[in-house]
């Protein structure tokens, strides 16, 4: 991806602003884009012209139009979407720094289809209706319909950028809302290249607009704190979705977080270890653990404690790390020097706090342009205590903490003995002990002898500082909707 300047796309036109940043690769360090970053103005632009189209005058053309006319939009626009898969792909390469092959197999095919499915979602939602009888004697009966909000802020994270975008604003655009989208400064690049497209489609100006800039006191402050914003979906850090909350406090606005985790694995003695290896190296280490539902604790029955110890270590070790053209299962970077940074000072409280790394614990040494880059080993850590920092605290990078137990009333107690509530994985043959252990585990998606295996519109949802809320399928229309109830009184036939 060749250097280039990445302005705003408001209300169908491209708008540039005095005020730039520079997005840097993290793969080695290279100048990207200069990103023009969106001012009080463009925000207040942008919410202005996205209410008109979605619940103001000009509702006729977006808002209020009749769902099948507006759904023949959205899918014609995911029909564009898809000739430029290479562009989006090529983007979110160089942004993130990950391997074309992950990119392709798990970011951009996935997001793509996200249109098509909501879409398809949207044309199956039904209403609700029920006749009754009324407690003076009176008949009647209600039915519910659903109009859009208004304007959706979406705000999206770094570590995914172009599938989060697409869970975000497909749902906001099917319910006929206008969906403004603010990607995250670290990767501005595939979200310019999804308004490119809506600028190409039938989507008509005002529906989407897309502002880059930062958090507080940028662009992200000035759109959750803008009255003209009806709901805000977010996912991101849980300091962050605090923040957001408190300012959509002002006016009532309605929030949609997904947060971050500190998710556990419990590995039962009767496991098949094999499946167990491979599902639990994706779990700690994929896209460089830089997943929400990325587990950072394990507790294994001391029976087979030694054994996956070895092997975890053994397999981290042995991941391919930087080779954006491997074909299969490898990490790239960190999203930037300074989020690596961060990661790098929680595992250096290893060696204090009492633990020892099986694996990994540095920076590794490519002996080229790789070293300007923000890499990191994958991590193995055994011997901490539960208070130590690097099992509370959630660093988001490819790192594991291993400890013992004995019975599955400690397991539980262990995976539960946290503030977050994002994710488990319950790894055991006997399934009613699997069933048995993710009620009693407080998250919001439990996976059992699996990881990352998602239909992407299923429910959401996140326990303690995780989440408020709930995404996925029905659940996002909804939360992009207002539901209106009418209800008609029935006379009895005149006598």
Same mark, same amino acid.
């Given at each position: 991806?060749?250097?280039?300047?990445?302005?705003?796309?408001?209300?169908?036109?491209?708008? !540039?602003?005095?005020?730039?940043?520079?997005?840097?690769?993290?793969?080695?360090?290279?100048?990207?884009?200069?990103?023009? &970053?969106?001012?009080?103005?463009?925000?207040?632009?942008?919410?202005?012209?996205?209410?008109?189209?979605?619940?103001?005058?000009?509702?006729?053309?977006?808002?209020?139009?009749?769902?099948?006319?507006?759904?023949?939009?959205?899918?014609?626009?995911?029909?564009?979407?898809?000739?430029? !898969?290479d562009?989006?792909?090529?983007? &979110?390469?160089?942004?993130? #720094?990950?391997?074309?092959?992950q990119?392709?197999?798990?970011?951009g095919?996935?997001?793509?289809?996200?249109?098509?499915?909501?879409?398809?979602?949207? !044309?199956?939602?039904?209403?609700?209706?029920?006749?009754?009888?009324?407690?003076? #004697?009176?008949?009647?009966?209600?039915?519910?319909?659903?109009?859009?909000?208004?304007?959706? !802020?979406?705000?999206?994270?770094?570590?995914?950028?172009?599938?989060?975008?697409?869970?975000?604003?497909?749902?906001?655009?099917?319910?006929?809302?206008?969906?403004?989208?603010?990607?995250?400064?670290? %990767?501005?690049?595939? =979200?310019?290249?999804?308004?490119?497209?809506v600028?190409?489609?039938?989507?008509?100006?005002?529906a989407?607009?897309?502002?880059?800039?930062?958090?507080?006191?940028?662009?992200?402050g000035?759109?959750t704190?803008?009255?003209?914003?009806?709901?805000?979906?977010?996912?991101? &850090?849980?300091?962050?979705?605090?923040?957001i909350?408190k300012?959509?406090? %002002?006016?009532?606005?309605?929030?949609?977080?997904?947060?971050?985790?500190?998710?556990?694995?419990?590995? /039962?003695?009767? @496991?098949?270890m094999?499946?167990?290896?491979?599902?639990?190296?994706?779990?700690?280490?994929?896209?460089?653990?830089?997943?929400?539902?990325?587990?950072?604790?394990?507790? @294994?029955?001391?029976?087979?404690?030694? &054994?996956?110890?070895?092997?975890?270590?053994?397999?981290?070790?042995?991941?391919?790390?930087?080779?954006?053209?491997?074909?299969?299962? +490898?990490?790239?970077?960190?999203?930037? %020097?300074?989020?690596?940074?961060?990661?790098? +000072?929680?595992?250096?409280?290893?060696?204090?706090?009492?633990?020892? /790394?099986?694996?990994?614990?540095?920076?590794?040494?490519? $002996?080229?342009?790789?070293?300007?880059?923000?890499?990191?080993?994958p991590?193995?850590?055994?011997?901490l205590?539960? %208070?130590?920092?690097?099992?509370?605290?959630?660093?988001?990078?490819?790192?594991?903490?291993?400890?013992?137990?004995?019975?599955?009333?400690? =397991?539980?107690?262990?995976?539960?003995?946290?503030?977050?509530?994002?994710?488990?994985?319950?790894?055991?043959?006997?399934?009613?002990?699997?069933?048995? @252990?993710?009620?009693?585990?407080?998250?919001?998606? =439990?996976?059992?002898? =699996?990881?990352?295996?998602?239909?992407?519109l +299923?429910?959401?949802?996140?326990?303690?500082? +995780? $989440?408020? #809320?709930?995404?996925?399928?029905?659940?996002?229309?909804?939360?992009?909707?207002?539901?209106?109830?009418?209800?008609?009184?029935?006379?009895?036939?005149?006598?």
């Amino acid at each position: 991806m060749s250097r280039k300047k990445l302005e705003n796309y408001i209300a169908g036109r491209w708008v !540039a602003s005095d005020r730039e940043f520079d997005k840097r690769s993290p793969f080695d360090g290279s100048l990207l884009a200069t990103v023009c &970053e969106a001012t009080e103005e463009m925000v207040d632009e942008a919410v202005t012209e996205g209410r008109e189209i979605s619940i103001g005058s000009r509702s006729g053309s977006w808002g209020s139009m009749p769902m099948r006319d507006r759904l023949a939009v959205i899918n014609g626009f995911a029909d564009r979407l898809m000739t430029r !898969a290479d562009d989006l792909i090529e983007a &979110e390469v160089a942004d993130t #720094g990950r391997s074309y092959w992950q990119s392709r197999t798990f970011d951009g095919a996935r997001a793509v289809g996200l249109f098509k499915a909501y879409a398809g979602a949207g !044309a199956n939602m039904e209403n609700r209706s029920m006749r009754f009888s009324g407690g003076m #004697g009176f008949e009647g009966m209600w039915y519910t319909t659903r109009r859009p909000k208004g304007v959706i !802020a979406c705000i999206c994270p770094w570590n995914m950028p172009l599938l989060m975008a697409s869970m975000k604003v497909a749902p906001a655009l099917v319910m006929g809302n206008a969906a403004i989208l603010k990607p995250s400064e670290e %990767t501005p690049s595939s =979200a310019t290249i999804l308004a490119e497209i809506v600028a190409c489609s039938d989507i008509p100006d005002g529906a989407f607009s897309l502002l880059h800039g930062f958090g507080p006191g940028s662009t992200g402050g000035h759109l959750t704190a803008h009255p003209g914003v009806d709901a805000i979906c977010f996912t991101g &850090e849980s300091a962050t979705g605090s923040s957001i909350m408190k300012a959509a406090a %002002t006016g009532l606005r309605e929030v949609s977080l997904e947060l971050g985790g500190k998710n556990a694995a419990v590995i /039962f003695q009767d @496991v098949v270890m094999d499946r167990v290896i491979e599902g639990m190296t994706r779990s700690a280490f994929f896209n460089c653990g830089q997943i929400c539902f990325c587990t950072e604790r394990a507790y @294994v029955h001391r029976a087979r404690f030694d &054994e996956f110890v070895d092997r975890i270590s053994t397999v981290a070790g042995e991941i391919i790390i930087g080779d954006r053209n491997h074909n299969g299962f +490898s990490i790239g970077p960190l999203i930037s %020097t300074g989020h690596r940074d961060k990661v790098k +000072s929680l595992l250096d409280t290893v060696a204090n706090d009492g633990g020892e /790394f099986v694996a990994g614990g540095g920076i590794p040494e490519f $002996g080229d342009a790789r070293d300007s880059g923000a890499f990191i080993q994958p991590s193995v850590a055994i011997g901490l205590a539960e %208070t130590a920092q690097f099992v509370k605290k959630e660093a988001f990078g490819p790192v594991l903490h291993i400890a013992p137990f004995d019975h599955e009333d400690e =397991a539980v107690a262990l995976a539960n003995d946290t503030e977050f509530g994002l994710s488990t994985c319950i790894w055991t043959e006997n399934l009613s002990r699997a069933h048995r @252990v993710a009620a009693r585990i407080r998250v919001g998606h =439990a996976w059992i002898n =699996a990881w990352q295996i998602r239909d992407l519109l +299923s429910p959401l949802s996140g326990a303690g500082i +995780s $989440g408020v #809320g709930e995404q996925g399928g029905r659940l996002s229309l909804e939360f992009c909707s207002l539901p209106q109830t009418v209800t008609a009184r029935i006379h009895p036939e005149d006598a």
